[in-house]
């Protein structure tokens, strides 16, 4: 297994590497620069800001530049935010966004494989469709109607929890999180049912049965551990997905995470800080597809063997 | 039913018995909730730009004068008196001996001047130094012709008496002083943490800054609040009565309509475009439309092969009908438009008048070749990617087609594809706004002289760039409004630019908040503000 750890890892550094690059030129292809407003900067401050940010060198020489910086782990300052860093910007939001992500997915795993694993345990019942359509609706719904629509109930019709903020009021976490969650625990729910059903067939269960022990036992001891196998493959990417795919619940629900950021510095051309946020989030995503995939060699006899 | 359950369990754990709303909770602690759109680039007054910076400045820093709450001729700030000699070039500013730094330094004129330099020194990369050129030599400096700095119109004859000499009147010079590109900084903070032309300085940080508004700043944390608190060494501590004001970065226009019917805040930066309509039917209490110093136009490429044809212009803009626009498109109390500048500001009326009139559209456009539309090449009107814009871009598409025969294709784009666009000429149409720096129509007039970087259509017309440097050079309010009635009358009449409507600030205000009045340029000054029920 070590093996395979060392082997992810070495592929891994060239794909950032590649990101870093094919990020850099892409953002500076983009029509419009960090400095351009709606009040014309006149030239002669133009050619100052240049100079301030290297951005009057030669194209290969700022790549140059950049990469060596890069290398050393200086992800250089924002063009948006003058006397902020990109590190530092990253590092103020990612605490929050891995927060919420953390209650996201906890929401989701709670909800979703409760769901999935009943449904899949009481098949063809209402037990099993009721879950399920909810489960439907929900991977259709997307956050930025799910959100508006709990604040609207609880925030302003029953005026129980707050319409945003993080860590501000009592409670100003509750609904970001089952907003960002449900969409997840919607997937987590049919998979889980998928993963059930197939486990629940096997000729192990059935041997289990037959020699009389109780059905909660039989689920519990025997059946989750193969039939949650899809969920934990699936959580991996989910992770990466919730940290990165948070800007939606971040704005609806004004939380200072990293998601805003990422999508405001493309909107701002903020060079440095949309080329910090895309190679911290591609390390992100490579480094709990790791984790999911190491978690599954662990969990499934099987997948060990082969690799 | 899981879900449900869950939800429900969360809501317990909640405390559902607290209903007190922050806005609740603020009124006794006299602390504002402030929505103040994007999160601020900074605080540096040299460096930043923007709405949000502005509101935060003027709580913050304050400069010779201050913007009067109601609108008109500034008040005093850190100069308490001021002297303007009989040619209206030199300025001599008595600053108030008890205006002090937030750490209890005073201020001194050597603060003004030295601040000045900063702000005019090419490396610091400021992108507001031109709010100086008024003063004598301070182009010059700023532009590297010259380096020494005695060269330039600011000098302190003693710690309280600040002298200005300018290139000439510039009646509006004292409201310009307002403006947080003008304000001092405290040169040994800004020194402590950096040389004077450092843009990435650590000074403005919380624990690190120094000014002399009447707040401090007390924390700053990144897309979530800023907190500032009443400053008592401030020269006019006595009047202010709030103790703390929270600035909330809400970006999105829904969430803070939220926050606000939530109690979260007690005044909102806008009001949701589809929202406005139905708060003005339902007679929202707490909703304000007031007049604001802006214009929304369409900006004409004038290097066009079509549009350089000022009949073509002139077409154009007799065939919008603007009354149905802003009865029936934008809905939001604004106005239309028949001139550049707004009129109202600062006793300025222009009498020039933008007919709807088809005929006389149809009648134009045909002496122009095109009879009927035929013959007419599609043009296209450039917009940033707003739902508001693109309903005004729909209307106008259909007035035009119905009124000249003509079709117009609408193109939307991200907004710094729009700017990089208009910026390099690759443009027929677009639309565009301009809202004014201070209150005098010398901040509208002045963007469409030739070689000027907001003008953008490639119009230049001799007789109009005389016009507004005569005015810039007269001393005499009267005389000079009327070169730039002039020049304002040859502008309707050339139509680089096509006024749709004057601007409104709309935005929701607690009823708590008191001390709050409308002024064109929508500056609050938190000085004047309470919170009282």
Known sequence: MLQVIIKRVLIAIPVILVVASLTFFLVRMAPGGPFDADKVVPPQVMKNLNAVYNLDAPLMVQYKDYMLNLLQGDFGPSFRYPGRSVTEMIFTGLPVTFELAFYAIIVAILIGSLAGVLAAVKRNTALDYIPMTIAMIGICMPTFLLGPLLVLIFGIQFEVLPVSGWGSLSGDKILPSITLGAAYAAYIARLSRGGMLETLSQDYIRTARAKGLPEYKVIINHALQGGLVPVVSFLGPAIAGLIGGSFVVETIFQIPGLGRFYVEAAFNRDYTMILGTTIFFSSLIIFFNLLSDIAVLLMNPRARSDA | ?533
């Open chain 2, 1 to 533: 039913m899981k879900t449900f359950n869950i939800i429900l369990f969360l809501f317990i754990l909640s405390g559902c018995g607290e209903n007190i709303s922050p806005v609740d909770s603020a009124l006794e602690k006299q602390i504002l909730l402030f929505g103040n759109g994007s999160e601020p680039q900074g605080l540096d007054p040299h460096i930043v730009t923007g709405v949000p910076e502005h509101h935060l400045l003027i709580s913050l820093c304050e400069g010779l004068t201050i913007a009067n709450p109601k609108g008109g001729d500034n008040l005093p700030g850190v100069a308490e008196s001021w002297e303007i000699s009989p040619d209206g070039k030199k300025y001599t500013f008595y600053l108030n001996k008890n205006a002090r730094w937030s750490n209890g330094d005073p201020i001194t004129a050597n603060d003004f001047v030295w601040s000045w330099m900063r702000i005019l020194t090419p490396s610091l990369g400021s992108q507001y130094p031109d709010m100086l050129y008024y003063v004598k030599g301070a182009s010059d400096f700023h532009q590297g012709l010259t380096e020494d700095f005695s060269m330039v119109g600011v000098k302190a004859v003693n710690d309280h008496e600040l002298s200005v000499e300018l290139n000439n009147p510039t009646p509006f010079f004292i409201k310009l002083l307002s403006h947080y590109s003008t304000y001092p900084v405290h040169k040994d903070t800004v020194l402590k943490h950096g040389s004077i032309d450092d843009r990435n300085g650590q000074w403005t940080r919380p624990g690190n800054f120094v000014c002399n508004g009447p707040m401090n700043l007390k924390t700053w944390e990144l897309n979530k609040e800023i907190v500032v608190e009443k400053n008592h060494l401030y020269w006019d501590a006595d009047k202010v009565r709030l103790n703390q004001i929270i600035y909330y970065p809400v970006s999105n226009e829904s969430t803070e309509d939220r926050m606000f019917r939530a109690g979260q805040l007690h005044v909102t930066n806008v009001v949701p475009l589809e929202k406005c309509p139905v708060y003005i039917e339902n007679n929202n209490p707490n909703l304000r439309i007031e007049p604001y110093m802006g214009t929304y136009f369409y900006r004409i490429n004038t290097l066009h092969p079509i549009l350089k044809d000022k009949n073509v212009r002139l077409a154009l803009a007799y065939a919008i009908n603007r009354k149905q626009i802003v009865e029936n498109v934008s809905k939001c109390g604004q106005k239309e438009a028949y001139s550049f500048t707004p009129p109202g500001s600062a006793g300025y009326e222009p009498d020039t008048t933008i007919p709807f009139d088809p005929e006389l559209a149809k009648s134009l456009i045909a002496d122009a070749g095109y009879a009927n539309g035929e013959g007419f090449p599609v043009l296209e009107i450039l917009f940033n990617t707003q739902e508001g814009h693109r309903k005004i871009a729909l209307a106008v598409q259909q007035m035009w087609q119905e009124n000249l025969g003509i079709s117009v294709q609408l193109v939307n784009q991200d907004w710094k594809v729009y700017l990089a666009r208009e910026m390099t000429g690759d443009f027929q149409i677009s639309r565009a706004g301009w809202i004014g720096d201070y209150e005098d129509p010398n901040t509208f007039l002045d963007t469409l002289r030739p070689n000027r970087g907001n003008n953008k259509t490639g119009w230049e017309n001799k007789e109009y760039d005389e016009l507004v440097a005569l005015a810039n050079a007269t001393n005499d309010q009267s005389s000079r409004y009327e070169y730039l009635y002039q020049a304002e009358r040859i502008l309707i009449d050339e139509m680089p630019i096509i006024p749709i409507y004057t601007y409104v600030r709309q935005y929701q205000l607690s009823n708590d908040v008191k001390g709050w009045y409308p002024n064109l340029l929508d500056t609050h000054h938190p000085k004047f503000i309470y919170l009282e029920r």
